[in-house]
């Protein structure tokens, strides 16, 4: 089943049924804020007071930072523009009883030439099965290059914050984005505190432990991974989120970040994947 619903607010989403998972897809920033697989708990948290609004991002899911990850681009907004665009629902097909596949699209505007001026067709794939499967790919429409940072800001739905391990990042390159160091990672990785971190020449797959619960996280595009949880202090200064949700989440994200960006030359593309189960 594959149906575009209405929340109260105007905010148009995509509901998609099969033998293998559920999700939902919100038109605003092809976002992913919804995937379960049939008999298991959610598999992304969502923020229980996240904003469904016109132009302001969802809290949780997998808001697609584009085409600026972070605060790189000064003028651009933090993540760039895309999670708070309306992208267009352009294909949707059931491949079989337990494949669904849908495409969305975004397109410059005079709106977006203003604060970034690029000519671009930015689409994304989604493939819902037992795995959650998004392709990112980016088309420079445009005469001239541009340069692109980018990520998809998977927030992962926890038990507690306490009992989340991330591996697959020992002996890794990382900047510390609170101390604004470079070290290298040591073994797995836990959560006491506020982290943010962006690892780099990551080839291999990131595995998130959580109790008996293991998300896979596997990245095609991509080299850079960013990990975060606000801890305590954060959490609370932050927008769409209660006090205490630190707890319930962590973010692992696929990236083009730091000295991973892309440079699009004119008619050229850059695809960035992940595959989660
Ligand atoms: O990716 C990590 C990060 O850049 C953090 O520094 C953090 O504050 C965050 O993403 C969430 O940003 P947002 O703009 O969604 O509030």
């Known amino acids: 089943m ?3 619903k209405m929340l109260s607010n105007e905010i148009e989403y995509i509901e ?3 033998e ?3 999700a939902k897809i919100a038109l605003q920033g092809a976002h992913v804020f919804e995937y379960k697989r049939s008999r298991e708990d959610d598999l992304l948290w969502l923020s229980e007071v996240s904003d469904f609004e016109r132009g302001k991002a969802i809290r949780g899911g997998v808001p697609i930072c584009w085409p600026s990850f972070g605060a790189n681009n000064p003028e651009l907004p933090q993540h760039g523009f895309a999670r708070t665009s309306l992208f267009e629902l352009i294909s949707s097909s059931e491949i079989d009883t337990k494949t669904t596949e849908v495409e969305l699209r975004l397109r410059h505007t005079q709106e977006s030439l203003k604060v970034w001026n690029y000519k671009f067709d930015l689409l994304l794939k989604v ?3 037992d795995k959650l499967t998004m392709e990112l790919k980016t088309i420079n429409t445009d005469e001239k290059e541009f340069k692109l940072t980018q990520a998809f800001h998977s927030y992962f739905k926890v038990s507690d914050i306490s009992n989340a391990v991330v591996k697959g990042l020992d002996k890794k390159l990382c900047f510390d984005t609170l101390t604004n160091r470079n070290f290298v990672q040591e073994g797995d990785i836990i959560f006491n505190q506020e982290f943010d971190k962006v690892y780099q020449k990551v080839d291999n797959e990131i595995i998130l ?3 008996e619960k293991t998300i896979h996280i596997e990245n095609e595009g991509s080299s850079s991974i960013v990990v975060w949880n606000p801890w305590i202090d ?3 200064r932050m927008s769409a989120m209660k006090n205490e949700a630190y707890k319930e989440f962590v973010c692992i994200e696929s ?3 730091f000295e991973d960006f892309k440079v699009i030359k004119p008619k050229e593309s850059h695809t960035l994947k992940a595959i989660i189960y």
């Open 127 to 129: 493939t819902i099965t």
């Open 255 to 257: 990236a083009n970040a």
């Open 2 to 4: 594959i149906e575009l």
């Open 209 to 211: 432990n959580d109790k």
């Open 16 to 18: 998609i049924k099969n």
């Open 20 to 22: 293998n998972a559920t």
């Open 234 to 236: 954060k959490c609370k």
